[in-house]
Antibody, heavy 125, light 107 residues
Framework: QVQLQESGPGLVKPSETLSLTCTVS??????????WSWIRQPPGKGLEWIGY???????NYNPSLKSRVTISVDTSKNQFSLKLSSVTAADTAVYYC?????????????????WGQGTLVTVSS | QSVLTQPPSASGTPGQRVTISCSGS????????VYWYQQLPGTAPKLLIY???QRPSGVPDRFSGSKSGTSASLAISGLRSEDEADYYC????????FGTGTKVTVL
């Protein structure tokens, strides 16, 4: 059974960098069949896709966050990570990591089959 | 602000049929698959419908999806108390976008 688990600080100061890691068990981030994604949800609001990484290191980011986001993968630890710089209160959210099945390069699928439980990150001084 | 618009809420009594709409445009729903996710209170979203109208294994056939032009719908028939949740549509629009979300209440 595939499991994803987010970890990282629950409190980040404004202007600093939010850093989260997603540890994958029961599956491999080195598989060429998946994208490894980050999605967030501000309290009481809807879902926002942040970006994904492929095992090769190729990435795709939400244009609205692209200048501040870096997603990386560590195949030796079976983990992938999110860094979001220059955070403000608007970045306060539950952050989810998720696995997306890759149907094809030009596919318009959004098949997120496994999700972490989510971790709340609050931006506050 | 999401480009996929859903009604904020929907409700029904047990056994009723509830339909949730998702309105988009030619750049998202009009030219790409629609997905639906269910988010029970305090939990991560769960895939409910993929490729407009397909159900993953384990999803009851009470849930059905459809798409026409630049809009899509999720129908829940035989509404049950455990269906009380938030529902999100999703589609590609250069990058993935989620709908505004609909809270379904079972009266």
């Amino acid at each position: 059974q595939v499991q994803l688990q987010e970890s990282g600080p629950g409190l980040v100061k404004p202007s600093e960098t939010l850093s989260l890691t997603c540890t994958v068990s029961g599956g491999s981030v080195s598989s060429g069949s998946y994208y490894w994604s980050w999605i967030r949800q501000p309290p009481g609001k809807g879902l926002e896709w942040i970006g994904y990484i492929y095992y090769s290191g190729s990435t795709n980011y939400n244009p609205s966050l692209k200048s501040r986001v870096t997603i990386s993968v560590d195949t030796s630890k079976n983990q992938f990570s999110l860094k979001l710089s220059s955070v403000t209160a608007a970045d306060t959210a539950v952050y989810y990591c998720a696995r997306e099945i890759l149907f094809g390069v030009d596919s318009s699928d959004l098949y997120f089959d496994y999700w972490g439980q989510g971790t709340l990150v609050t931006v506050s001084s | 602000q999401s480009v996929l618009t859903q009604p904020p809420s929907a409700s029904g009594t047990p056994g009723q049929r509830v339909t949730i709409s998702c309105s988009g445009s030619s750049s998202n729903i009009g030219s790409n698959y629609v997905y639906w996710y269910q988010q029970l209170p305090g939990t991560a979203p769960k895939l409910l419908i993929y490729r407009n109208n397909q159900r993953p294994s384990g999803v009851p056939d009470r849930f059905s999806g459809s798409k026409s032009g630049t809009s899509a719908s999720l129908a829940i028939s035989g509404l049950r108390s455990e269906d009380e949740a938030d529902y999100y549509c999703a589609a590609w629009d250069d990058t993935p976008v989620f709908g505004t979300g609909t809270k379904v209440t079972v009266l």
